[in-house]
């Protein structure tokens, strides 16, 4: 007389009295790049060709977001458009200011709609990728990093391992990336962004607080949300609760 074999337990079945497993959630802003192709479309290709030759990495890993509000459904060359921008490591996250009923995008691969952008202003592309690019650092890599000079227009300066502490100016359209606090003994105009890493306790300080773009921990605030009160005045910008905040700095 056979018998037949016990059944193998289940991996996969719960422990005795273990309850559901919690998912775990938390907002992340991240800033998106917004192309606006004019006609004739041709030259403006040529244009974004030219740009990229002069500045190759900066569309690299970056999102971006397609707005046709500049063109009409019948302009030339509109239904290869997005075809030529992926050729060109242009990586599309959302497509705006037209519809899937334009005639010439019916072949067009259309991603996920996005809800709740917040415009951030113009962004300056650099025209080099030269040695000029990233600011000559007076300090060790590892720690604080000290800038005993002004930061231009189209310069970098990323720090991954600490503090950015800036002797002079940051102008517009120029980014200041650390992973601990960035401290600028001058006006920041351009873009702050602290706490890379997860680093949430990390703070912004400048002597002139009129940043185009202040982020913490991959939260941030832009120009047009900084109370005016506060603008060209010493300041710092830190998290509170998931959110930006700018104080006075006394």
């Known amino acids: 007389m056979s018998s037949s074999p016990s059944a193998a337990p289940s991996d996969h079945a719960p422990e005795p009295g273990s309850g559901p497993v919690r998912i775990r959630a938390r907002g992340r802003s991240f800033l998106a790049l ?7 479309l041709a030259a403006w290709l040529q244009g974004l060709d030219d740009q990229i030759a002069r500045s190759s990495a900066f569309f690299a890993g970056k999102p971006i977001i397609l707005d046709l509000g500049l063109l009409a459904p ?6 290869d458009l997005q075809a030529a921008l992926v050729s060109r490591n242009i990586r599309l996250i959302g497509i705006e200011g037209a519809d899937q009923t334009w005639p010439q995008l ?4 259309w ?12 962004v300056e592309i650099p025209e080099t990728e030269n040695a000029e690019a990233t600011a000559a650092p007076s300090a060790p890599q590892a720690g604080t990093l000290l800038i005993e000079q002004s930061i231009r227009s189209g310069q970098s300066v990323m720090h991954l391992e600490g503090d950015v502490v800036v002797i002079g100016s940051v102008a517009s359209g ?7 606090s ?10 702050a962004i602290a706490g890379v890493g997860g680093h949430m306790s990390a703070r912004i300080y400048a ?17 047009e949300e900084m109370d005016p009160a506060l603008v060209d005045r010493p ?13 006075p700095l006394t």
């Not at 019948?74 to 239904?79: H, K, N, R, V």
């Not at 960035?182 to 873009?191: D, E, K, N, S």
């Not at 300041?235 to 104080?247: N, W």
């Open 34 to 40: 917004v192309l606006s192709p004019e006609r004739p």
């Open 74 to 79: 019948e302009d030339e060359g509109l239904a």
């Open 106 to 109: 019916a072949e067009w691969e």
């Open 111 to 122: 991603p996920a709609t996005l809800e709740g952008g917040r415009a951030s202003g113009a």
């Open 174 to 180: 120029s980014e200041i990336v650390a992973g601990g």
């Open 182 to 191: 960035i401290h600028v003994y001058g006006a920041l105009r351009g873009r």
């Open 207 to 223: 002597t002139r607080m009129r940043g185009e773009l202040l982020a913490v921990d991959g939260y941030y605030m832009t120009a």
């Open 235 to 247: 300041a710092q910008a830190f998290l509170q609760e998931d959110r930006m905040l700018v104080i």
